[in-house]
């Protein structure tokens, strides 16, 4: 069974470019979350899909965050226009069930905006 | 509201001694599962060991076992025979959302 994936691993744009991160959960797993973790500090919740529905969008930090999970696969997540604080780590994870499940993440992918 | 709290600065074990990580949370909810996860140098997301809050027991896998005091609100993880490979940064984390603590750094001696 295939793992969580995400891509780029890797991403470095200048301030005021855009840039969208994809995640592939596992497959059949209906719930999707993001989460960003900044150098050196915690990780932040950014949101919760439940199938193609947004569950929790209570961590997006700003309207310059777009998240999607068109027909309830794969989710993008859009930073336009991209500033220097957007950097950091994305990570996706994926759960089959909401809650008493193991959650399974993704690589990450560590955005760099210079 | 759910609240992670993880306050221990870095944390230092001599290999092969146990070494107990702290994680106190907060939250409204009657029925909850806290998770401790392991992120390495390499940045992946490992998954150690689940604790639902109506569980009898305290979760054990291999060398973790989890310190569950309900009434104290703590969710305590302990590694037993520590080894070099356990150094990283270990994550207390509750469900429903995976509301996250800001993590504790544990490096293992030689």
């Known amino acids: 069974e295939a793992g969580v994936t995400q891509f780029p691993s890797h991403s470095v744009i200048e301030k005021g470019q855009t840039v969208t991160l994809r995640c592939d959960p596992i497959?059949?797993?209906?719930?999707l979350y993001w989460y960003r973790r900044v150098m050196g500090k915690e990780i932040k919740f950014l949101l919760h899909f439940v199938k193609e529905s947004k569950q929790d969008e209570s961590g997006m930090p700003n309207n310059r965050f777009l998240a999607e999970r068109t027909g309830g696969t794969y989710s993008t997540l859009k930073v336009q226009p991209a500033e220097l604080e957007d950097s950091g780590v994305y990570f996706c994870?994926?759960?089959?069930?909401?809650?008493?499940?193991?959650?399974?993440f993704g690589q990450g992918t560590r955005l760099t905006v210079v | 509201a759910q609240k992670i709290t993880q306050t221990q600065p870095g944390m230092f074990v001599q290999e092969k001694e146990a070494v107990t990580l702290d994680c106190t949370y907060d939250t409204s909810d009657q029925s909850y599962g806290l998770f401790w996860y392991k992120q390495p140098s390499s940045g992946e997301m490992i998954f150690l060991i689940y604790q639902g809050s109506y569980d009898e027991q305290n979760a054990t896998e291999g060398r973790y076992s989890l310190n569950f005091q309900k009434a104290r609100k703590s969710a305590n993880l302990v590694i037993s025979a520590s080894q070099l490979g356990d150094s990283a940064m270990y994550f207390c984390?509750?469900?429903?959302?995976?509301?996250f603590g800001k993590g504790i750094t544990l490096s293992v001696r030689p």
């Open positions: 994870a994926s759960t089959r069930w909401t809650g008493n499940t193991e959650a399974f």
């Open positions: 984390a509750m469900e429903s959302k995976l509301t």
């Open positions: 497959s059949g797993h209906d719930n």
